[in-house]
């Protein structure tokens, strides 16, 4: 990538896809990022651009680079496909550019052993947000490929009704109208997702689920 791309890529701003670091001092909130673009659709990290669109670049980016490196060896589970490429500045700084494509081993983890600490990431616009246990079903699911078989009862027809008169629904709503155990409500739900009957919108504070369209 040469200056010219990488500032239109910056003109573009912050968005699924695209994520702005200035400083790669806490590698934590990178390692989230990656591990959020390997869990949705793939997209790129540049280090070195601020919030507010200014590219400065990073002064010791052999350092940074190396760290990161290690960081991602280290904490990303299962490993994560990513490459990293520097953009340099009139000034002698670089960009570091992180592009990491969709992945086909999701569901992938911050993966921390000595602090007990295992989480997984997704990307909701332009946030990376921890992974409901509902999408990590789904994404275990889409992964295994496997023939999903369901049968249509009493809690599915109620599910439907619901549906037909409302937009979206919760997995606690769910099992409240329903009158089931949160966990039955939970599998229904990510089942109707894997046999593309209903469709997830993952939030940071809770999942939506509605009818898929088309």
């Known amino acids: 990538m040469d200056y010219r ?51 400065q670049g990073l002064k010791h980016v052999d350092e940074d680079e190396y760290l990161l490196e290690r960081a991602i060896e280290r904490y990303c589970t299962p490993t994560i496909t990513y490459s990293m490429e520097r953009v340099l500045l009139a000034n002698e700084r670089e960009v570091l550019v992180i592009t990491v494509p969709e992945s086909e081993r999701k569901p992938h983890y911050v993966d921390d052993p000595l602090n007990d600490f295992r989480r997984a990431y997704i990307r909701v616009d332009d946030k990376a947000v921890q992974a409901s246990k509902e999408v990590r079903e789904i994404m275990k699911g889409e ?14 027809q109620t599910l439907m009704q619901h549906l037909d008169r409302n937009q979206s629904i919760t997995v606690d709503l769910f099992a409240n109208i329903a009158n089931i155990p949160r966990k039955m409500a939970s599998r229904t739900l990510v089942l109707l997702v894997l046999a593309n009957v209903l469709e997830i919108h993952p939030h940071e504070t809770v999942d939506r689920f509605t009818t898929r369209m088309g």
């Open 143 to 156: 992964t295994a490929e496997r023939a999903v078989r369901f049968t249509y009862g009493d809690k599915e």
């Open 5 to 55: 791309a990488l500032k239109e890529l910056v003109r573009q701003g912050e968005g699924t896809h695209l994520e702005f670091k200035l400083k790669s001092n806490h590698p934590e909130r990178i390692i989230r990022e990656i591990v959020a673009f390997a869990n949705t659709e793939g997209g790129k990290l540049l280090i070195g651009i601020g919030d507010d669109k200014s590219i």
